[in-house]
Structures are given as structure tokens and as C-alpha cells.
């Protein structure tokens, strides 16, 4: 990347989403120290939890779900530019 | 072959005449899910269905292709509501086809066990206790494990 900056799309649902008021934004992963390469779904939410208490206690919760361009995946998934990155409560369809 | 989201609610009739008329086979299993009017002791007046659309569709269409692959499926279909149900509505509908009843009833329940914990859907209902989101249940987890275990085939 020449800029050596990462930009994706974070999406909350459900209960996450209500908590922390939020349904969609894009991060720019230029604040992360890792290299653009290294930061992972665990980078992100730790730099997430830096916007307050909500986000702190709502991205740790044990249970929490995350999907990376519509796959779930564990917290050392790498995101690349350009990603989508969705955290949200178990799933409860059908 | 297919699967659909919509808020709409499912003719089931058509869809079963649909499905049988595109994939004719000797067996064709089909299953219903309808909105419940209680939650445990709670009575229950309305669903709400949030879903993550993109990967909705792209799970359901594993789903449906995982299925054909394990019990040789000639037909399928996933169909899944969204948006706001009143009791008694239909939320769901699957199809299978196949040769033989074994194998269409084994994928009817499969791609519900599997849509149920896998599928980014999100049910709040409302009630005389007001609203709140569903709970995952540990009884649909154990009967999505039975799946990757071999426990059911």
C-alpha cells in the first residue's frame, strides 16, 4: 500500500448495534502501530475499545461474533484494505 | 437452487409448486417455521428480524450447496423473512429434493439446524414485557454440533 494506511468498513447489528448507536462506518487504520499487514481482527477490536467503556465492555463480551467479508472468523483473521468487518451478538434466525 | 430474503410474507404453496415443478425428484421434504405467540412464560405480540443481508445470502447459498453435496440433492430452497412479523407469520421456509425421503428430510435438517446458529439473523420480540432481543439457545448449538460430529448423517 503506498500510503501505508488501511481503510475499512466496520458494521454492528442487533444489540451491538443499538449499545453503541452505531450500524456502519469506515476506520482508518493509520492510529494502529502494527504494519498494515499484522493488524488483525484482535488489533481492531482493542482500538475500538479505546472509544469508551461501551465499546470496551460490548467488544468483550465472550460471545461476540465477528465476520470478515461475510465469513466468521476468530479474533487472528487479518483485515486488508478495503474489508468488511461486522461484530454482532450469536445468531438467532430461523 | 436458490435462496431469497424478503419481507414479504412466504406463499408456500408456491414455493412448494415451484420447487417441485424446477427439480422433479422422487422425494421432496419440506419444513415451515411460523412465529411463535409466547417466549418461554412471556406472550409474545410481534418479531422483529434484523439481518446482515450480504452475508445472509452468501451463508444460505453455502448452506444450500453443502447440502446438495452431502445427500445428493437435485433441488433446494432457502427461503428467510425480514422486518417486523405479527404471530402466526411465517419466518422461514426449506425445500429439499432428492431421490429418496431419507436424504431430503436429512437436508431439510440440516439446513435448518445450520441456518439457525450460522445465519446472520437477529430476532427481538415484543411482548406485554415489552421488547428485547432473543437469546441464543445451547439447544441449537448442541443440534448444529451433531452435524460436524457425524452424530447425524
Known sequence: MASGSVSITIKLFSALREALGESEFQLNLTEVSEAPAQIDVAAIKKLLSQRGAEWKEALNQPNLVHALNHKVVFTDAVVSEGDELAFFPPMTGG | ?153
Open chain 2, 1 to 153: 437452487m436458490s435462496v431469497a430474503l424478503q419481507s414479504e410474507a412466504i406463499d408456500v404453496a408456491a414455493e412448494y409448486a415451484k420447487l417441485v415443478r424446477d427439480s422433479p425428484g422422487a422425494a421432496v421434504a419440506t419444513f415451515t417455521g411460523y412465529v411463535r405467540d409466547h417466549s418461554g412464560q412471556q406472550s409474545v405480540t410481534e418479531l422483529e428480524l434484523e439481518h446482515y443481508p450480504e452475508m445472509a445470502l452468501k451463508v444460505l447459498e453455502d448452506l444450500g450447496q453443502s447440502a446438495t453435496e452431502r445427500f445428493g440433492l437435485s433441488g433446494w430452497r432457502i427461503v428467510h423473512r425480514f422486518g417486523r412479523l405479527a404471530v402466526s407469520e411465517t419466518i422461514v421456509w426449506v425445500g429439499a429434493v432428492a431421490d429418496h425421503r431419507g436424504e431430503a428430510i436429512s437436508a431439510c435438517e440440516l439446513m435448518m439446524d445450520t441456518l439457525k446458529t450460522d445465519a446472520p439473523f437477529w430476532k427481538r420480540e415484543q411482548g406485554a414485557a415489552g421488547e428485547q432481543w432473543v437469546a441464543s439457545r445451547d439447544s441449537d448449538s448442541a443440534r448444529r454440533a451433531r452435524w460436524q460430529s457425524g452424530e447425524a448423517q
